[in-house]
């Protein structure tokens, strides 16, 4: 088992985007909205540790530019996703893709 060290906000944040993903590996339609509502946390705080999570490599996200029909400016239709360092956290994934578990651990 792989470990990541991490902030508190960014450990429940990684979570809640590893509870919305599907079963098939590496799909999402998570974002903001659906990261929030699972962290409990407010907008504001999500965005600042999304910002990190980016810079740390641990999540990717999607903006869909060129998307018809999409505003590409609004940060609700960004599709947020787990890194390859951070895939490990989505336990279906780790037994039926043979992917190494990751545990958070905050310091």
């Known amino acids: 088992m792989k470990t990541i060290t991490v902030t508190g906000l960014e450990k429940k944040v990684l979570e809640a985007l590893a509870n919305e993903m599907y079963a098939e590996c590496v799909f999402s339609d998570a974002g903001l909205g659906e990261v929030v509502k699972g962290s409990g946390l407010s907008v504001n705080v999500v965005r600042g540790v999304q910002s990190s999570l980016i810079k740390k490599g641990l999540i990717d996200i999607w903006d869909r530019v060129g998307d018809?029909?999409?505003?590409?400016?609004?940060?609700y239709t960004h599709i947020w996703y787990l890194s390859e360092q951070t895939k490990g956290?989505?336990?279906e994934w780790v037994e039926e893709e043979g992917i190494e578990a990751v545990e958070l651990v905050v310091g």
Do not use: A, C, F, T
């Not at 018809?68 to 940060?75: L, Q, S």
């Open 68 to 75: 018809y029909g999409v505003n590409h400016r609004d940060p």
């Open 89 to 91: 956290l989505v336990s």
